[in-house]
């Protein structure tokens, strides 16, 4: 019976110490990475932190009533892990889309979607976990999009959960 899995005997039983599970810190984060106005960002796992070669992860913070610069992030797919707080997501070339998530709530950026963060409530920060499909973040500002004055609501419907009454 042949098995392609690594087998560890003791002799390399170190050999996961430094190469294996990583804890990042809460307080430790890395605030060197892209920003977008309004939000702050930190990593907690890019290349340069732990190595990580297809995935980033991290926090953004958007204060009371605040929102965000318009932007994308390039060819990478975004998910947004709402911790606290309650989140508008506007989206669209004139983020003429709208939808919103509070805490326990996902949101998925396909790549190249122009959007907009807004912290929807005026008495606490919104706080979320982001994770991206490449190693390092990739934001891109936007400056010249004219948003409309009444995006549309979109509340998505997939095949199994339908929209609410």
């Not at 790549?111 to 976990?129: R, S, T, W």
């Not at 994770?131 to 419907?157: C, F, G, H, I, K």
Request: glycine share 8%; hydrophobic share 35%.
């Amino acid at each position: 019976m042949t098995d392609d899995t690594p087998h560890h005997h003791s002799h390399d039983g170190e050999r996961w110490k430094h190469d294996g599970v990583r804890v990042i810190k809460g307080d430790q984060l890395d605030a060197n990475t892209a920003q977008t106005p309004g939000m702050f960002r930190q990593a907690a796992i890019n290349h340069a932190r732990v190595g990580a070669q297809k995935i980033w992860a991290g926090t953004v913070t958007i204060q009371p009533d605040a929102k965000t610069g318009v932007h994308h992030h390039g060819a990478l797919e975004s998910v947004i892990y709402v911790v606290r707080g309650k989140a508008r997501m506007r989206w669209g070339d004139h983020l003429e889309y709208v939808a919103e998530a509070g805490p326990g709530d996902f949101i998925f950026v396909p790549p190249y979607v122009p959007h907009q963060e807004i912290n929807a409530d005026p008495g606490a920060p919104l706080e979320c976990v982001l994770v991206r499909s490449d190693n390092e973040a990739v934001v891109v500002n936007l400056t010249d999009v004219a948003p409309v004055e009444q995006p549309e609501e979109v509340y998505w419907v997939d095949p199994i959960h339908k929209a609410p009454e």
